[in-house]
Structure formats: structure tokens, C-alpha cells
């Protein structure tokens, strides 16, 4: 899924249009669905019928090895747009969605 990231990229979900307006949050978008696919198809399949928290998490987060309780690392915090647009992205990956370079015109 070699999509093209500039600021007029949409996603269809039904019926919302969601305007991926930021191009850190939009670049993230793309990379976790294409991360979701690979792990839904090759690497991880049982991700295409079960998906758990822990797994959800490590696609942004770090676990505390003394408490396990998960927080961003300083890259997470310095690219939170990119970071939170892949957590979308990766939780969309189920979804049948269209992506979509929009025109100056609406869609």
C-alpha cells in the first residue's frame, strides 16, 4: 500500500471522511495499516481474528519491566502525531476503509 502522504490525503470510513491533515499523524496512519497487514497475513495471522491489548500497546508503547505498565519512550514523545496516527492506523487495519488523495473540490 504505496500511498502518496501530502496534506490532502482522506480516509472513508461508511460514511465519515476523516481528513488526514497532518502529515506526522497521516504518515504514521499508512504505516499501521501496512504494519497491521503484515502481521495479519504473514508474520502475526492470528492477528486477523484476535487482537490483544498487549499487542496494541507495544505498537506505541514500552513496557516498565518493574511495573509492566506501558509509557511513551522519548522517539514516542518527540513524534506524537506519527506515533498516535500509526495506533489508528494499526486499530483501522481490520476495517475495510478507502484512502484517498482528495482535490481541491470535496469528495
Known amino acids: 500500500?504505496?500511498?502518496e502522504v501530502n496534506q490532502a490525503t482522506v480516509v472513508q470510513?461508511?460514511?465519515?471522511?476523516?481528513?488526514l491533515d497532518?502529515?506526522?499523524?497521516?504518515?504514521?496512519f499508512l504505516r499501521g495499516?501496512?504494519?497491521?497487514?503484515?502481521?495479519?497475513?504473514?508474520?502475526?495471522?492470528q492477528r486477523a481474528t484476535r487482537l490483544t491489548v498487549e499487542e496494541v500497546l507495544g505498537q506505541i508503547a514500552v513496557p516498565d519491566a518493574k511495573t509492566g505498565h506501558y509509557h511513551?519512550?522519548?522517539e514516542a514523545i518527540e513524534h506524537l502525531e506519527e506515533y498516535l496516527g500509526v495506533?489508528?492506523?494499526?486499530?483501522?487495519g481490520p476495517l475495510a476503509v478507502i484512502v484517498q488523495q482528495a482535490e481541491s473540490e470535496e469528495i
Request: contains cysteine; charged residues 25%.
Open 87 to 92: 495506533l489508528t492506523g494499526y486499530l483501522s
Open 72 to 74: 511513551f519512550d522519548r
Open 22 to 28: 497532518n502529515a506526522a499523524f497521516c504518515k504514521g
Open 1 to 3: 500500500m504505496a500511498i
Open 33 to 45: 495499516r501496512e504494519y497491521y497487514e503484515i502481521d495479519a497475513t504473514i508474520e502475526e495471522p
Open 13 to 19: 470510513w461508511g460514511r465519515v471522511l476523516f481528513h
